[in-house]
């Protein structure tokens, strides 16, 4: 015999469904930005860390490349004959014009710009560089040198980080708000609407927990499903995201890409999980709340 459901199908709850899909999408954008911040600040940390960058000024009289040369290759000795260095090598005109490309366009002039020379240096691992003695040493030689270890830069990468993760948070926080509180609303008006059924199931004997089951599993399973399809429009903005380089759509320079990984992915599934999780106790609390007031 097929088991019927105490509590009818609402009618009108379709806005409802769209209301609660349209926030987890929302939320499921927000919980993927956070990851591509914290994957994209962890990538550009181990890019720099066990680094060291020196920046060595052209000469402003007599003959520039010459001087420049010369100050080069000064430089050079010093990293090399500093314990912990693994690596140490300029880089080519090439390499730096790539640099300054993002910034003024590849049809600028730059290959005209006076370019500072950069050494870029490797720390061997588990090696600990006196950085304040080293740019004395190197200021001695070459006092137009610039010693940068790129500490500085790290630092403001995992605040920007931890600035757009707690950010995301903050936003997913307010979409809980809203859907507990889009729940409790629903919940309220389906009891005043079968509030005849409600009152005679309650005079038959049936405990405030039976009737609040009715009531939270089907609040649950229809927002399952409306807060599982706003999760997988998001799925699918993010991998149409990612497919945009294969397009012809060129990526931003310096910002990560806005595609999330396979494994990535499979957080979104905590949207969905999360709502109903949401919507069971919200549905819950407030069927408790308006039987004590009506009985």
Do not use: C
Not at 215 to 242: C, K, Q, S
Not at 260 to 273: C, F, G, N, T
């Amino acid at each position: 015999m097929k088991k019927r459901r105490i509590m009818p199908a609402s009618k009108g709850a379709a806005p409802l469904d769209v209301v609660i899909a349209v926030m987890a999408f929302l939320a499921a954008l927000a919980l993927g930005a956070s990851l591509i911040a914290q994957r994209a600040a962890d990538s550009w940390s181990e890019g720099l860390s066990g680094k060291i960058t020196v920046q060595i000024m052209p000469p402003t009289s007599g003959p520039a490349r010459d001087g420049l040369d010369q100050e080069t290759e000064a430089a050079l000795a010093v990293l090399k004959a500093t314990p912990g260095i693994a690596h140490a090598a300029p880089l080519s005109q090439n390499e730096q014009l790539k640099l300054v490309q993002p910034w003024l366009g590849a049809e600028a002039l730059v290959a005209d710009l006076p370019l500072p020379q950069l050494i870029d240096a490797d720390i061997a691992p588990g090696s600990e560089i006196n950085i304040a003695d080293l740019t004395v040493r190197l200021k001695a030689v070459v006092p137009t040198a610039v010693l940068d270890d790129h500490s500085h830069w790290i630092g403001r990468l995992h605040d920007l980080a931890r600035t757009l993760v707690w950010s995301a948070y903050g936003i997913l926080f307010l979409i809980a708000v809203a859907t507990a509180s889009t729940v409790a609303f629903a919940t309220r008006a389906g009891l005043d609407a079968h509030n005849d059924m409600v009152s005679l199931l309650h005079q038959m004997g049936a405990q405030a927990g039976f009737i609040a089951r009715a009531f939270e599993g089907h609040y649950f399973r229809a927002t399952l499903l409306a807060a599982g399809t706003g999760a997988a429009f998001a799925a699918v903005f993010f991998l149409a995201a990612g497919g945009l380089e294969s397009v012809g759509y060129e990526p931003v320079p310096f910002l990560p890409p806005l595609s999330l990984k396979p494994i990535e992915l499979l957080w979104l599934l905590a949207v969905p999980a999360a709502a109903g999780l949401i919507a069971l106790i919200t549905a819950r609390l407030s069927v408790f709340a308006a039987l004590r007031a009506i009985h």
